[in-house]
T-cell receptor, first 112, second 113 residues
Framework: EDKVVQSPLSLVVHEGDTVTLNCSYE??????LLWYKQEKKAPTFLFML????IEKKSGRLSSILDKKELFSILNITATQTGDSAVYLC????????????FGTGTRLQVTL | KAGVTQTPRYLIKTRGQQVTLSCSPI?????VSWYQQTPGQGLQFLFE???????NKGNFPGRFSGRQFSNSRSEMNVSTLELGDSALYLC????????????FGQGTRLTVV
């Protein structure tokens, strides 16, 4: 059975800290790994990773995939209160664009 | 360009009733997927439609069904509602390309009483 496991489940940090969120997976027919940020309702797309070892970066956020060890990390540097959200990791499969298997998410709270 | 639009945003129904939710994808997107999100189970895949055909289905009972129209808009129907169907129902649309990503709507919050 396909599994996507995120850790930690929740995290409280102070503004300015750097955080690392983890996502490990066991899936068949892996195509890509996606990261989403969910603040209230709609998950918003952050990154899609397909190849190992290639870092994707957007501002203070970055992510990398290790297809050999079957995990990905999402780094957020210089955290801000606006980064408080649930971060979701999801797997996409070969043969279909849109069927995603999600992890349970990491709830990040950034305090002043 | 406009994002994924879901209607209604909120819905309260009684056990045993049926409900229809609507999703309009981003213009040009041909694939629409539906997800159920609950505190206990997280985000779970319901089904995916492309060119009016269901391509994938998750592990949900037959009470959950959907369809897609020629303009790519999609509807999801739940019949004989149960209390456990209370959830946030999210729709996502994507292009049909090898490196596509899915964009989500704001969801419909369904409460079954």
């Amino acid at each position: 059975e396909d599994k996507v496991v995120q850790s930690p489940l929740s995290l409280v940090v102070h503004e300015g800290d750097t955080v690392t969120l983890n996502c490990s997976y066991e899936v068949t027919n892996f195509r890509s790994l996606l990261w989403y940020k969910q603040e209230k309702k709609a998950p918003t797309f952050l990154f899609m990773l397909t190849s190992s070892g290639i870092e994707k970066k957007s501002g203070r956020l970055s992510s990398i995939l290790d297809k050999k060890e079957l995990f990905s990390i999402l780094n957020i540097t210089a955290t801000q209160t606006g980064d408080s959200a649930v971060y979701l990791c999801a797997m996409a499969y070969t043969g279909t664009a849109s069927k995603l298997t999600f992890g349970t998410g990491t709830r990040l709270q950034v305090t002043l | 360009k406009a994002g994924v639009t879901q209607t209604p945003r909120y819905l309260i129904k009684t056990r045993g009733q049926q409900v229809t939710l609507s999703c309009s994808p981003i213009s040009g997107h041909r694939s629409v997927s539906w997800y159920q999100q609950t505190p206990g189970q997280g985000l779970q895949f319901l089904f995916e439609y492309f060119s009016e055909t269901q391509r994938n289905k998750g592990n949900f009972p037959g009470r959950f069904s959907g369809r897609q129209f020629s303009n790519s808009r999609s509807e999801m129907n739940v019949s004989t509602l149960e209390l456990g169907d209370s959830a946030l129902y999210l729709c996502a649309s994507s292009l049909e390309r090898s490196d596509t990503e899915a964009f989500f709507g704001q969801g419909t919050r369904l409460t079954v009483v």
